[in-house]
């Protein structure tokens, strides 16, 4: 579950605006910018996990993701998302007796 988040969060961008000046990167942003982080990325970090663009249940990594968001804006429904989610699957994989994995180079 944790991967899929990883990869395919289901909010891909939250907008935020600068409360003073400072610098994300090397890139300078005034108070009052408008900055747009990009939550989808966060995931497929390079420092993330060891196959950061692949996605490969339960490697290292997998749970480090920002699919719910972080400290004061950490989605309170995140559990209950979770566990909606086990139960889809646990549902669902009966019903595919064929399903295979299949990885894409």
């Not at 991967?3 to 005034?30: F, H, M, N, Q, Y």
């Not at 982080?37 to 997998?62: F, I, K, N």
């Not at 309170?76 to 549902?91: D, F, K, N, T, Y």
Request: charged fraction near 25%; proline fraction near 6%; glycine fraction near 10%.
């Amino acid at each position: 579950m944790e991967e899929g988040l990883r990869l395919l969060p289901p909010i891909t961008s939250w907008r935020r605006v600068a409360l003073r000046d400072t610098e994300i990167g090397d890139v300078a942003v005034k108070a009052g910018d408008s900055v747009l982080v990009w939550l989808a990325a966060a995931g497929a970090d390079e420092g993330v996990a060891e196959c950061p663009a692949r996605m490969v249940p339960g490697q290292r990594g997998s749970r480090r993701h920002l699919a719910f968001g972080a400290g004061a804006h950490r989605c309170l429904g995140s559990q209950l998302s979770r566990l909606e989610a086990e139960v889809v699957v646990a549902e669902l994989a009966p019903l595919l007796p064929g399903a295979r994995w299949s990885r894409r180079r």
